[in-house]
T-cell receptor
Framework: ETGVTQSPTHLIKTRGQQVTLRCSSQ?????VSWYQQALGQGPQFIFQ???????GRGNFPPRFSGLQFPNYSSELNVNALELDDSALYLC????????????FGSGTRLTVV | GESVGLHLPTLSVQEGDNSIINCAYS??????FIWYKQESGKGPQFIID?????DKRQGQRVTVLLNKTVKHLSLQIAATQPGDSAVYFC??????????FGKGNQVVVIP
């Protein structure tokens, strides 16, 4: 059984650019959540996807958007990058009906310069 | 790997001693609490959870205590080992499909 995999592991973008981060959920997990973790902070909830629909959103602007695909994998897109978007972006998947039973990936470290 | 625990409260503990990590939570409606361990360069790893209708739960070498009166959560690690060195986060859930994480505590185990 594979866990949650995220790609890329690191990337550097310039302010104003757009970025797409990818996540493959753990086998059998149909719910994917995305979190942003700034350096020295706890993760902050961005949004969750279930059955290819957004199923809850945290306090993030609309330039943060996502997708979930029929195979349950997911993308996080961030437009018009700002310096404060520099963070570790974590994807977590969970089983149906087990909302908090997250398995986290190792994250994508995004640096905006 | 990159440091997760930059400028976090740090607990230094001698190998073999017990560790206690504390967390104050904010939402009195939270009904589910989890402790996570995060090592450098990795995502959070589940340690133990507790529901709001309990005040204590034990796992292997770990115990979580919940005091709803003062909205306080603690994690006790028995016989701390070098592999326990990490940042520890408490997280609370209130039935809205998301977890709210605390700021984290760094544990450094001294051999």
């Amino acid at each position: 059984e594979t866990g949650v995999t995220q790609s890329p592991t690191h990337l550097i973008k310039t302010r104003g650019q757009q970025v797409t981060l990818r996540c493959s959920s753990q086998s059998g997990h149909n719910t994917v959540s995305w979190y942003q973790q700034a350096l020295g902070q706890g993760p902050q909830f961005i949004f969750q996807y279930y059955r290819e629909e957004e199923n809850g959103r945290g306090n993030f602007p609309p330039r943060f958007s996502g997708l979930q695909f029929p195979n349950y994998s997911s993308e996080l897109n961030v437009n018009a990058l700002e310096l404060d978007d520099s963070a570790l972006y974590l994807c977590a998947s969970s089983l149906p009906g087990n909302t908090y039973g997250y398995t986290f990936g190792s994250g994508t470290r995004l640096t905006v310069v | 790997g990159e440091s997760v625990g930059l400028h976090l409260p740090t607990l230094s503990v001698q190998e073999g001693d017990n560790s206690i990590i504390n967390c104050a939570y904010s939402n009195s409606a939270s009904d589910y609490f989890i402790w996570y361990k995060q090592e450098s360069g990795k995502g959070p790893q589940f340690i133990i959870d507790i529901r709001s209708n309990m005040d204590k739960r034990q796992g292997q070498r770990v115990t979580v205590l919940l005091n709803k009166t003062v909205k306080h959560l603690s994690l006790q690690i028995a016989a701390t080992q070098p592999g326990d060195s990490a940042v520890y986060f408490c997280a609370e859930g209130s039935g809205n499909n998301r977890l709210a994480f605390g700021k984290g505590n760094q544990v450094v185990v001294i051999p």
